[in-house]
């Protein structure tokens, strides 16, 4: 067998060991210790990573002063493999801050500038803002590669419900009204189109989605997806939820709340399994049975999986407990958690967790694409939600299970070389194989690369070990280094190995199911306020435009997230422009004045504590 | 609620007289199943039939279900403009086949109406 030894580029993430400036020669050491010897081509040239609406920042001229030890750089060359030149020969460069130890996306409004940036596009893209009203029933699920609609007819519920959390998340970040418009006009349209209310039962439930023509829609009461055919899948009521909820948040609305705890009482009543714990991943759409026969047709009867146990936490859950502190929401995420900790791990077989189950939590390892393979945005997604309820009720179990995924996770799921976190993953591997195979290619995909930066940020923050920040700034540092569409704007969906994207088929697409401004959002927003508020120490402003009466006791709940107890307090708040003293610092309430208008709320978080 | 289930010509006449609703559903699926079969021709009369919950809208939608499994063709005849109007509203009017009574209906399934002859739209 021969080697495979044609002349070839690659990617090497590594940290500057030493520099030769006479030989323009330098070693880099990957993440996991590996050395290489690397040479400076005459045609080299290096840019700065650079942020969403940023320019172009070359720093060719400044690759001999930035090359210093312990500088994280991404080095793209060739390797001709010739004997007696083993130098991998460098033709660009990409630094991720200027300093060894500054990096572009810890800069206190890197995240928030990106968020706003993202969330424009999608204005744009989808409702043409500002030349046109926003207006929903010219939403497209799909949307090409610069933002223009491909012609479908189909508007689906959740991936309208991620565009309305990414617009909702702006709004908090930023407080332009042009956001929350468009957060209460999408959770609106929802209500209107997509939301069935059973009056037999008094509970909601939302359609897969609905097709436009004109003025003429037509209903998909159940999944049109391959994977969910004529099923109602949790995982849509869960994302159906996301969007509407990161509105209340901000607004209180008490259609919202009802709605909310409509579909809750949904999930209560048909997809928990009360003999046997955790919650069913579909269930019949007429008769709501999860055991129905009707189900086999997706190998979806009597199942549960990562969906519809778990992903509650992150979709909706949490936001909900914190806009109304109510201790059901807190008990419901305690709940996924301990059923998460109980069932996941699958140590004797896998290092990564177990997703799908039969009803008694026997291992499915049979169901359609997913097989015996591990998903790496979901082990990651597991560690950062479990720290995130550690710190609602701390709970040991919960802490070592996030550390273990969070120990185990870079040797397997990720790219020592290259930098990046692959996709899907063989759980278990052949005694004679040195790595996880990957299932179908070694791309990269966004959101796998958010769930690692999440982890990671938020396993720092709490936990102070200095491993977790190395993996946070790895992961950021490729994530800001490769995935910004500086041409096109937002972000793509996948790159290649080596950082290049890669655009064709559906992973060309801006808006998806998968995208709509959902993932890349959450990873901006949540970046903002754990770098910031954990982190690098700096005061986060929020906002909020509660209506009159709108939460209960007039108490709105300003609390960025589940963060440690005591590290944030709320030090300073404005309303209307004008500063206000009625508010619980530690609490992180305000207790909001009489008023037959929206006001618009500035809360200024401060930090307690600066990691570094 | 009460059911009448009738042979005539090459069809089964259902007749429902009574509200659909959460109470009364099981007992118009318990009926109405059975008698769905291939190639069958079966038309419910909801003309005595004022209202119809989400429940009802549901029963409705598994009898279509299991008719559309079947290629039993299942026809709706005299549907009230309330509950023409829920079902419009909740998406569920679209999957099945109406006409004004049951005499056209019955015409339909002769032969001399065509889905195109179809009185009340799909909106």
Known sequence: ?612 | MEIAITNVENASIVVIDGDIDSSTAPEVQRQILPIVAENRKIIIDMSKVDFMSSAGLRTMLLIHRNSAAKKCLVILAGVKAQIAGTMKATGFYAFFTIYNNVDEALAATRGEYHDGDRLLSNA
């Open chain 1, 1 to 612: 067998m021969n080697n495979i030894d044609s002349i070839k580029s690659d990617l090497i993430a590594g940290y500057v060991k030493k520099f030769d400036q006479n030989n323009k020669k330098f070693s880099l050491e990957t993440s996991d210790g590996k050395t290489f010897d690397c040479a400076l081509t005459d045609s080299v040239y290096a840019r700065l990573t650079q942020n969403t609406n940023e320019n172009y920042l070359d720093c060719t001229n400044k690759i001999g002063s930035m090359l210093k030890p312990g500088q994280l750089i991404y080095a793209y060359g060739i390797d001709y493999h010739e004997k007696g030149k083993d130098d991998f020969e460098v033709k660009s460069i990409v630094f991720p801050g200027e300093q060894t130890s500054l990096y572009r996306h810890e800069e206190p409004n890197w995240w928030i500038n990106q968020l706003r940036s993202v969330a424009t596009c999608y204005l744009q893209w989808q409702f043409n803002y500002p030349n046109q009203a926003i207006d929903y029933k010219n939403y497209r699920t799909i949307l090409h590669l610069a933002g223009a609609k491909k012609g479908d007819f189909l508007q689906e519920t959740d991936t309208i419900s991620r565009l309305v959390y990414g617009m909702a998340s702006a709004y908090l970040c930023t407080g332009e009204d042009m956001f929350l418009e468009a957060a209460e006009k999408g959770t609106e349209y929802l209500r209107e189109h997509m939301r069935f209310y059973d009056t037999d039962e008094d509970l909601i439930y939302w359609y897969h989605g609905i097709k436009v023509s004109g003025d003429r829609e037509q209903k998909l009461l159940s999944s049109e997806f391959g994977d969910d055919f004529d099923s109602i899948p949790m995982y849509e009521q869960i994302y159906a939820l996301a969007g509407p909820i990161q509105t209340y948040r901000i607004t209180g609305d008490p259609l919202i709340l009802s709605d909310a705890e409509k579909t809750i009482d949904l999930f209560e009543r048909y997809y928990k399994d009360n003999e046997y714990g955790g919650y069913f991943s579909h269930i019949d759409p007429l008769t709501f049975d999860p055991l129905s026969p009707t189900l086999d047709k997706g190998n979806n009867r009597g199942k549960k999986n990562w969906n519809s146990v778990g992903d509650h936490a992150p979709a909706y859950l949490i936001n909900l407990w914190l806009a109304t502190g109510e201790k059901k929401y807190e008990d419901f995420l305690v709940y996924t958690a301990d059923t998460i900790a109980e069932r996941f791990p699958d140590d004797a077989h896998s290092p990564f967790v177990q997703e799908r189950f039969f009803r008694d939590w026997k291992h499915d390892t049979t169901w359609g694409w997913q097989q015996n393979r591990g998903v790496i945005g979901h082990n990651l997604k597991i560690a950062w939600n479990l720290m995130r309820i550690n710190h609602l009720r701390p709970s040991k179990t919960y802490v070592e299970l996030a550390e273990k995924i969070a120990g185990t996770m870079p040797a397997v799921g990720s790219d020592r070389q290259r930098g990046g976190w692959y996709d899907v993953i063989e759980r278990t591997k052949q005694a004679n194989e040195k790595f996880y195979r990957l299932v179908w290619h070694d791309r990269k995909a966004w959101w796998q690369q958010e769930q690692a930066i999440l982890a990671y940020l938020i396993m720092y923050g709490s936990l102070e070990n200095k491993e977790y920040l190395k993996h946070s700034r790895e992961a950021a540092a490729f994530y800001n280094a490769f995935f910004i569409d500086h041409d096109d704007g937002g972000v793509y969906f996948n790159v290649l190995a080596n950082g290049m994207p890669y655009l064709l088929g559906t992973e060309r697409l801006k808006g998806s199911h998968s995208m709509s401004c959902y993932h890349s959002t959450e990873l901006c927003y949540l970046s903002a306020v754990y770098l910031n508020l954990l982190i690098t120490g700096n005061p986060l402003d929020l906002y909020f435009k509660p209506k009159p009466n709108a939460f209960k006791d007039r108490i709105l709940r300003v609390a960025p997230d589940i963060l440690p107890k005591g590290r944030v307090k709320l030090t300073s708040v404005k309303i209307d422009g004008n500063e206000y003293s009625n508010f619980d610092a530690n609490a992180m309430t305000v207790k909001l004045p009489n008023a037959s208008y929206p006001l618009k709320v500035q809360a200024t978080l401060t930090p307690t504590k600066k990691l570094i």
